[in-house]
């Protein structure tokens, strides 16, 4: 069963505009979350995180909000760029530390159109 | 930093054959994660070590699947007998206690076709 979910496999953006990613969790244990980006023939690359303990963060033009109490968390990219056309994970951890594993939604394939 | 290195970047193999899967971490990380991608199940956790020392291995799918971690700064994961239903792409990620943001870093990743 899936412990983290990216409902959304694709979404289409016109460059400028704005990209919100979704991602639902399940297991009330994690309290941290990240954002991952993918390129093709790459591995993921961390884009930014968030602690439980808060609600919003934000790095440029990606900003993360999370809803503890609905378990849910989105990114937004404000503006979208051609170049963010890639794959977007959601993880989790339940612990805040860099030695505890990831748990990782299916990803959701951005592309922005100029 | 060079990164996480893994090698091959991709491997074709025959059903029944041994596949061994290598991984560099960073250095002065004491973390290590192999991950793998199927369309299916996305990316999955198979097995992490903290100081060499496997931690928990409870997502390697079957006994044909092992891991080690002989020092700090290499891996391997081996697949024998390989089959085609491990066809995947396969991540290794290394991190560290301290890390400002508790992310991992990835490998380039290892593309397995077993035939």
């Known amino acids: 069963d899936q412990q983290v979910k990216q409902n959304s496999p694709s979404l289409s953006v016109q460059e400028g505009r704005i990209s919100i990613l979704n991602c639902d969790y399940t297991?009330?244990?994690?309290?941290?979350f990240l954002w991952y980006k993918k390129y093709p023939a790459e591995g993921p690359t961390f884009l930014i995180s968030?602690?439980?303990?808060?609600d919003k963060n934000e790095d440029g033009r990606f900003t993360v909000f999370l809803n503890k109490s609905a378990k849910h968390l989105s990114l937004h990219i404000v503006p979208s760029q051609p170049g963010d056309s890639a794959v977007f994970f959601c993880?989790?951890?339940?612990?805040?530390?860099?030695?505890?594993?990831?748990?990782f939604g299916k990803g959701t394939r951005l592309s922005v159109i100029a | 930093d060079a990164g996480v290195i893994q090698s091959p970047r991709h491997e074709v193999t025959e059903m029944g054959q041994e596949v061994t899967l290598r991984c560099k971490p960073i250095?002065?990380?004491?973390?290590l994660f192999w991950y793998r991608q199927t369309m299916m199940r996305g990316l999955e956790l198979l097995i992490y070590?903290?100081?060499?020392?496997?931690?928990?291995d409870s997502g390697m799918p079957e006994d044909r699947f092992s891991a080690k971690m002989p020092n700090a700064s290499f891996s391997t994961l081996k697949i024998q007998p390989s089959e085609p239903r491990d066809s995947a792409v396969y991540f290794c990620?290394?991190?560290?206690?301290?890390?400002?943001?508790?992310?991992?870093?990835f490998g380039p990743g290892t593309r397995l076709t077993v035939l």
């Open positions: 990620a290394s991190s560290q206690r301290t890390s400002a943001h508790n992310e991992q870093f």
């Open positions: 297991n009330s244990m994690f309290d941290y």
């Open positions: 968030i602690s439980s303990i808060k």
């Open positions: 993880a989790a951890s339940a612990q805040n530390s860099g030695n505890t594993p990831l748990v």
């Open positions: 250095s002065g990380h004491n973390s």
């Open positions: 070590f903290n100081n060499n020392v496997p931690i928990d």
